[in-house]
Nanobody, 120 residues
Framework: QVQLVESGGGLVQTGGSLRLSCAASRRTFSTYHMGWFRQAPGKEREFVAAITRTGYSTEYADSVKGRFTISRDNAKNTVSLQMNSLKPEDTAVYYC?????????????WGQGTQVTVSS
């Protein structure tokens, strides 16, 4: 299994921005589609965004379209999530994951996640 380490979360006011990063351990990173999911307190984990192995195609949840951008750097084995115009409802722990089916099928292994808190 690929090891994933998320970073970049924090506390931000409504309307602010954060950039999350996820570092992968495997050199085969460029062969995986990758995704970001999030889990708010008391809720199930939900899909946020996905990117194909080449980075040419992306997919977003309706709730984040136009505000979030997923990208990847295969040379550095990283995938990022730029989050703009943040809202209190974006508050959650964010996880990156390897996808085994496009665009929602996580392999099922998760890192420790990174906490994003948006204050109103």
């Amino acid at each position: 299994q690929v090891q994933l380490v998320e970073s970049g979360g924090g506390l931000v006011q409504t309307g602010g921005s954060l950039r999350l990063s996820c570092a992968a351990s495997r050199r085969t990173f460029s062969t995986y589609h990758m995704g970001w999911f999030r889990q708010a307190p008391g809720k199930e984990r939900e899909f946020v965004a996905a990117i194909t192995r080449t980075g040419y195609s992306t997919e977003y949840a309706d709730s984040v379209k136009g505000r979030f951008t997923i990208s990847r750097d295969n040379a550095k084995n990283t995938v990022s999530l730029q989050m703009n115009s943040l809202k209190p409802e974006d508050t959650a722990v964010y996880y990156c994951t390897k996808l085994i089916s496009w665009p929602y099928g996580s392999e099922g292994s998760w890192g420790q996640g990174t906490q994003v808190t948006v204050s109103s």
